[in-house]
């Protein structure tokens, strides 16, 4: 049963940073894509962050050289790095493994979110 955990998420000032993590099990980042999602008050959600299980990243246009993907498969963990930090980046940010090949919005295995606010 593939569980994806994630945390680091919380309150933040805007420009400030996060770094959010995402636990998997069974291995599951060594060999699938790895997805950021979130979703705002309001709004759909939307895909800001992928890196495939060889390192290929892609990013949104509204996060590109602010955010940052990475992976550490020896703890089954992947990462978003999240700088420079504005009030739209306010969300519930969730992690998601999936087949390489495959779309991010395929079928996948997700997690249960970690809220992230940007305030002052």
């Known amino acids: 049963q593939v569980q994806l955990v994630e945390s680091g998420g919380g309150l933040v000032q805007p420009g400030g940073s996060l770094r959010l993590s995402c636990v998997g099990s069974?291995?599951?980042?060594?060999?699938?894509?790895a997805h950021w999602f979130r979703q705002a008050p309001g709004m759909e959600r939307e895909l800001v962050a992928s890196?495939?299980?060889?390192?290929?990243?892609f990013y949104a246009d509204s996060v590109k050289g602010r955010f940052a993907m990475s992976r550490d498969n020896a703890r089954n963990t992947v990462y978003l790095q999240m700088n420079s930090l504005n009030t739209l980046d306010t969300a519930v940010y969730y992690c998601?493994?999936?087949?390489?090949?495959?779309?991010?919005?395929?079928?996948?295995?997700w997690g249960q979110g970690t809220q992230v606010i940007v305030s002052s």
């Open positions: 890196m495939s299980s060889a390192g290929s990243t």
């Open positions: 069974d291995g599951i980042f060594s060999r699938n894509a």
């Open positions: 998601k493994a999936a087949e390489d090949a495959a779309s991010a919005y395929a079928f996948g295995y």
